[in-house]
């Protein structure tokens, strides 16, 4: 058992933050790096990366995702290749059958990682717990092969190492019975257009749960109006129907990276932070110092936001003049 | 209709953490606990489907002997019956350890679904009820927003990223992981309380299982993040550290 694994994930971009961590690891532990594309023929751009080899697994039975046939399909191809690490990114479809994957081997996914480090030969895997509150260090166990997912954002695709000559690619014929395949998906659909685009807000004011009840959203909308600002939210805030899905930023709702965002009552699990941490300046408002949200703030006021932000409003009226 | 449902409790959402004198885990001793709030999404919805469905709710739950108060209000907000798995330690096993005691717990029962939180606050691996299924032998789909029964089978609604959702489709019996926000939560009434006190918590140890607490991922020590960034915090009262932000935003940011 030897080498780095990487599950490629074709439509989603993060995918090559993992090819980076993959060769960052492969070249820490001097084991050589492959990728594996199920579900396709072609390697795409990903034969530009330095790799020792590209599986590509293509089957009628992969042509549209389910649990069942990826399970299968990688669990074959593991057992060829025999990689001592798996790695995935962690996107929700890695998340709906890579656990599965992991138990077929007795091992449990190390999911949402954000970094390892290398110690005497063995890899520390470093994965959030309370909402990112905390960090555990974590120790693979058993012969392997290990499985590890990659949180969004921990890695640079930038980072990802080119290569001379395309990687070799072997077209690995996976033995899939269609009828063994339990769920039946049908065609992906998405509710609505979206009638705001977050992304062309140059300043943008976002409120989480601490705000508490509907009612108070307005002070937060009085805020982001005298700043001229967009109004958005975090997950919570649109559950509950306080605002409208469209102004949601994070893992499930829009990508921006305005010049400013202001976070008021916002603790920052990594589901909101990845939509926004690209942001030039971050300003955070919460009554807890210890909120992740701290960890990616370049201003912050710890306090109650119910006398913050109408102090806010008020210098803000004033600076204007 | 038969549904399980799968409950962990938790550190209540704003607990102040402390690190444990091993390293390994958090002080527990002056920390209030709750329901994982995904997983009071999937009783919610257990409950629902029942309404709709008719047949039985059971509320299942891995921990330690306080985990009783978190069973209770299941039972209070309507679940008929409870299984707990009384295990002081649980939280130095991994997901694999505990999905095999609430698999072996799950498999007496028979259930047509089981239903869980997509994630615990605490741990977030993310993953036991996926695992579950796997063990089981039961199909599985995960991040559920709609669960819809059909004849023999569900067809539900998935959430995908960026906006896209998913119809699905599976036999019966299965597992789902359901998204959190999908609906209102019930409190429990006055009634529900009262009920839950003759409602039946049956109690199990991994001993009577048969599942040994082995784990094959150990946790080495927790510690605090590092910041990647330094974060200036403005001080003084509401009205110091508001005119203290703007004028930064004025004059170096300049967005006002």
Redesign the interface.
């Known amino acids: 058992m030897s080498g780095v694994l990487v599950v490629f994930e074709p439509a989603?971009r993060i995918s090559y933050e993992t090819v980076a961590a993959a060769q960052e690891l492969g070249s820490a532990l001097g084991i050589p790096v492959s990728a594996a594309i199920p579900g396709s023929d072609s390697t795409g751009d990903l034969a530009s990366k330095k790799l020792e080899k590209i599986y590509t697994i293509d089957h009628p039975a992969l042509k549209m995702y389910t649990?069942?046939g990826f399970t299968a399909a990688l669990e074959q191809l593991i057992r060829h290749a025999s990689p001592q690490y798996v790695l995935f990114p962690h996107?929700?479809?890695v998340?709906?059958?890579?656990?599965?994957l992991?138990?077929?081997f007795?091992?449990?996914?190390?999911?949402?990682t954000i970094s390892f480090r290398v110690e005497g030969g063995a890899v520390?895997l470093v994965?959030?717990?309370?909402?990112?509150?905390?960090?555990?260090?974590?120790?693979?166990?058993?012969d392997g092969p290990y499985f590890v997912s990659l949180q969004a954002g921990a890695f640079r695709a930038d980072k990802a190492i080119a290569a001379d000559t395309p990687a070799p690619v072997e077209a690995f014929s996976a033995n899939l019975d269609a009828s063994k395949v339990?769920?039946?998906?049908?065609?992906?659909?998405?509710?609505s257009q979206?009638a705001v685009d977050l992304n062309a807000a140059?300043?943008i004011v976002s409120v989480g749960r601490g705000i508490r009840e509907k009612e108070n959203i307005a002070l937060v909308a009085a805020l982001a109006q005298a700043?001229g600002a967009e109004l958005a939210a975090s997950?919570?805030i649109c559950?509950?129907g306080w605002l409208p899905m469209e102004r949601q930023v994070g893992?499930?709702?829009q990508t921006v990276s305005p010049?400013?965002y202001l976070a008021v009552g916002i603790s920052g699990a990594i589901q909101h932070l990845v939509g926004m941490k690209g942001a030039k300046?971050i300003?955070?408002i919460n009554k807890?110092a210890?909120a992740?949200i701290?960890?990616?703030?370049?201003?912050?006021?710890?306090?109650?936001l119910f006398?913050?932000v109408?102090?806010?409003v008020?210098?803000?009226k004033?600076?204007?003049g | 209709m038969k549904v399980i449902v799968a409950i962990k409790q938790v550190?209540a959402r704003?607990s102040?953490?402390r690190?444990d004198g091993a390293g390994k885990w958090?002080e527990s001793s002056d920390l209030t606990f709750e329901i994982n709030e995904p997983d009071a999404y999937a009783l919610e919805a257990a409950l629902q489907l029942k309404e709709k469905n008719g047949g039985e709710v059971v509320a299942l739950c891995a921990g330690p002997a306080g985990a009783a108060q978190t069973i209770r209000e299941a039972l209070a907000k309507g679940a008929d019956r409870a299984l707990h798995i009384e295990e002081e330690k649980l939280y130095s096993c991994?997901?694999?350890a505990v999905?095999r005691l609430l698999a072996k717990a799950c498999a007496a029962e028979n259930p047509d679904l089981i239903l869980t939180g997509l994630q615990s606050?605490?741990?977030?691996?993310?993953?036991t009820g996926?695992?579950m299924?796997?063990?089981l032998g039961v199909?599985?789909?995960?991040?559920i927003m709609e669960v819809e029964k059909k004849d023999g089978s569900i067809r539900v609604k998935r959430?995908?990223?960026?906006?896209?959702?998913?119809?699905?489709?599976?036999?019966l019996p299965a597992v789902l992981t359901i998204q959190?926000?999908?609906s209102k939560l019930r409190y429990a009434t006055l009634m529900g309380i009262k009920k839950a006190k003759s409602k039946e918590i049956k109690r199990l140890t991994a001993g009577e299982l048969g599942v040994p607490l082995q784990?094959?991922?150990?946790?080495?020590?927790?510690?605090?993040?590092q910041?990647?960034?330094q974060?200036?915090?403005?001080?003084g009262s509401?009205?110091e550290?508001?005119?203290k932000?703007?004028?930064?935003?004025?004059f170096e940011?300049r967005?006002?």
Request: net charge negative.
């Open positions: 989603n649990p069942d996107t929700y479809q998340r709906d059958y890579a656990p599965k992991a138990t077929r007795n091992q449990v996914l190390v999911s949402d520390i994965r959030q717990l309370f909402q990112g509150k905390l960090n555990a260090d974590v120790r693979p166990g058993g339990r769920s039946k998906p049908e065609e992906p659909f998405r509710e979206r140059d300043v700043m997950r919570p559950d509950n893992s499930s709702g010049k400013l300046t300003v955070a807890d210890n992740p701290f960890e990616v703030a370049d201003y912050g006021i710890v306090g109650d006398e913050v109408p102090a806010l008020e210098e803000i004033k600076a204007k | 550190p704003d102040q953490l690190i958090i991994d997901t694999l999905a606050d605490d741990l977030g691996y993310g993953q996926v695992v299924a796997e063990l199909p599985h789909a995960t991040l959430e995908l990223e960026d906006g896209w959702f998913q119809h699905v489709e599976m036999p959190s926000g999908i784990s094959t991922v150990t946790v080495e020590k927790i510690h605090a993040p910041k990647n960034k974060t200036q915090l403005f001080e509401a009205k550290a508001a005119a932000l703007v004028e930064k935003l004025k940011v967005v006002i």
